[in-house]
């Protein structure tokens, strides 16, 4: 029989042993964390809020760290970035944010300010054993549902693969609640379950609840805000041995006795036989003549609309590059590389493309080859929409483009110098301008529409709704105009007329429950809107009163995707938030197809005829859409 030296069994019974005893050293850490989430500074009370549990964060001297899950300011602006960032600088232990919606869908800069003042907008650390990773899901400038970007899914799985040991517990916080207000839930639950998930701690719903997401264990946490009681309060978190405690802590206040415990375990995911819900796409079989003709995918969210140049789509992502895809087979013809982000939709003449980016600048590019032609820099991020119209009198083109500053910009479009400025706005640009006759109608997030004048940038008028609130501007929907009146659709729930010359309003109803999706025809017979639940409806703009021409229900349910509605050669196009699309008839609102082309957003289509489109979504991706009658 063969010996083994002494020596040898001992390092050989340390190499069995060591992962166990590791493994135990790992979920025997005690130590104790502050959770805060939805903050809302900028909110009534957000900022006292906050201020009061950083003072009770300093006074207690056994906690390690703080979270804080995401909605930390009211409207994501750099004001309030900087507000709570000043409020937070306070705490004498370390902290770890992510954003939330509210950080997202209102910001200013298309939240990558909230990267600019807070270094990253996700993160990854180790403390006690256990491995604490964050990411959130928007939605970026949107109303919809949370989406999981593909740049963080891809950054999640990455992390992933990476850790040591492989079998290190998991505490994964985000924003919100990760089942179906996530339209892509499953893109990082399934990941996370492949490994030793622990424990999602989630905001976004106010109040502390127990949960579970497809069986892992969930904590949905209590907001900071006061609400209706006299003080706010937030979490105290406790890991011991296997145990994981929350207790409230109300400001000013002491920390009272447990509501929630959740048992710290290594979960064998593979074994649950439960099926799970996952999106549903068998509407395309009742269409089997629409296909996606090409897919080209980014990798990145993309926030804005593709635009056409010749035979050339254009869109740009979240990477700041602008792709130039050609139309037969989606292959790139040309990119072109911005300093930040492009969230917005190109405008294109001949062959210039103006487009918008998050690092402050305007772009004029050469549609042939990509290069650029000029650069207007301006002080902070835009995320505006421009477009392109002539001067009147026989004038030369110029480029239309709001910004973040609270300004609206006429540019020459050949040399990209500023023919006027309009300074006159208390809050930012995110829409697309509509040019209608001598006039540039447009709306801001500071309640208010603005009409110029095309020319000189004067104020001609503007308008606001009988609703106060900042969240309730019509600055996402793109105006449309026709027999004289401009039409708008706003998140009041508000359809309203308002005749172009004066501003003057001509009628307004909330009958039809709609919030920002608006379109008109080439021959400006019809406006076309999508009500909130299942229906869209046709108007006439001529007559002073609402004249709906049509109304039909399309069975979509609840939506809320603030893209507009696109119509070409009698075909009317919008796409979902749930990524399903429809076509109807716009003379008499029949459904002529529907297609699902993912679960996200997504954004205002382009139509190239009454049987083709071109679509980009959230999850990154350029589509061509094509309908082949059977």
Not at 112 to 136: K, L, M
Request: glycine share 10%; hydrophobic share 40%; net charge neutral.
């Amino acid at each position: 029989m063969r010996k083994i030296a002494p020596g040898f069994a001992a390092r050989r019974f340390v190499w069995l042993v060591l992962p166990l005893l590791l493994a135990a050293r790992l979920l025997a850490a005690d130590f104790q964390f502050a959770w805060l989430t939805d903050t809302h500074v900028g909110s009534a009370t957000g900022a006292e809020d906050l201020r009061a549990a950083v003072r009770d964060i300093n006074a207690m001297t056994n906690l390690s760290f703080v979270v804080l899950s995401g909605d930390v300011t009211e409207y994501g602006s750099l004001e309030q970035f900087q507000l709570a960032k000043g409020i937070l600088d306070g705490l004498k232990i370390p902290i770890h944010v992510i954003p939330g919606n509210h950080d997202a869908k209102w910001s200013e800069s298309g939240a990558t300010d909230f990267a600019r003042v807070w270094g990253a907008d996700r993160f990854s650390f180790e403390f006690g054993g256990y491995r604490f990773i964050g990411i959130h899901q928007g939605p970026i400038m949107k109303m919809g549902d949370g989406h999981w970007a593909p740049e963080d899914v891809r950054w999640l799985e990455k992390l992933l693969a990476g850790l040591r040991p492989a079998n290190q517990p998991i505490v994964f916080v985000t924003h919100y609640p990760v089942d179906n207000s996530i339209d892509n839930w499953y893109a990082a639950l399934d990941l996370l379950k492949k490994y030793n998930l622990q424990v999602i701690l989630c905001g976004h719903g106010h109040n502390n609840h127990q949960l579970r997401f497809e069986g892992a264990p969930g904590v949905m946490g209590r907001s900071n805000l006061r609400a209706r009681e006299a003080v706010g309060g937030f979490n105290v978190v406790e890991i011991s041995g296997n145990q994981m405690t929350f207790r409230v802590h109300p400001h000013g206040g002491e920390t009272q006795a447990p509501w929630n415990q959740v048992t710290l375990e290594r979960h064998d995911f593979a074994a649950d036989t439960n099926r799970y819900p996952r999106p549903d796409f068998s509407v395309n079989d009742r269409y089997p003549g629409v296909r996606e003709v090409w897919t080209f995918n980014t990798g990145w969210t993309i926030a804005g609309s593709p635009a056409l140049a010749g035979e050339r789509v254009l869109a740009g992502d979240g990477a700041g590059k602008v792709y130039a895809l050609n139309l037969r087979d989606g292959k790139p013809a040309w990119t072109f590389q911005a300093g930040n982000a492009v969230y917005s939709t190109p405008a294109v003449s001949g062959k210039l493309a103006v487009i918008t980016s998050a690092d402050g600048g305007i772009y004029g590019l050469d549609t042939g080859r990509g290069k650029q032609q000029w650069r207007y820099a301006t002080s902070r991020p835009i995320i505006a929409s421009p477009a392109i119209a002539r001067l009147p009198g026989g004038g030369g083109e110029i480029a239309l483009v709001g910004s973040s500053e609270g300004k609206m910009r006429a540019l020459d479009l050949r040399a990209g110098k500023l023919v006027w400025e309009f300074a006159g706005l208390s809050g930012f640009v995110e829409t697309r301008p509509l040019v209608y006759e001598d006039l540039v109608v447009f709306g801001a997030w500071d309640q208010h529409l603005y009409a110029l004048d095309l020319k000189t940038g004067a104020l001609r008028w503007k308008w606001r709704g009988d609703k106060p609130g900042t969240l309730l501007s019509p600055a996402a929907c793109w105006p449309v105009a026709a027999d004289g009146k401009v039409f708008i659709v706003a998140p009041d729930r508000q359809m309203t007329c308002l005749r172009a010359a004066t501003g003057q309003q001509v009628w307004r109803t909330g009958e039809y429950v709609v919030r920002e999706s608006i379109g008109l025809d080439s021959n400006h017979r019809r406006f076309f809107v999508r009500a909130m639940n299942d229906f869209f409806y046709a108007f006439d703009p001529a007559p002073d009163a609402p004249a709906r021409l049509w109304a039909t229900n399309a069975g979509f349910g609840y939506d809320i995707n603030s893209a507009m509605l696109a119509e070409k050669d009698g075909t009317v196009f919008y796409g979902t938030k749930n990524g399903l699309l429809f076509a109807l008839d716009a003379a008499t609102g029949a459904v002529r197809w529907q297609h699902k082309q993912g679960e996200c957003i997504v954004n205002t289509v382009l139509p190239l005829s009454a049987d083709r489109l071109v679509t980009t979504d959230f999850d990154g991706r350029i589509k061509l859409i094509a309908n082949f009658p059977q």
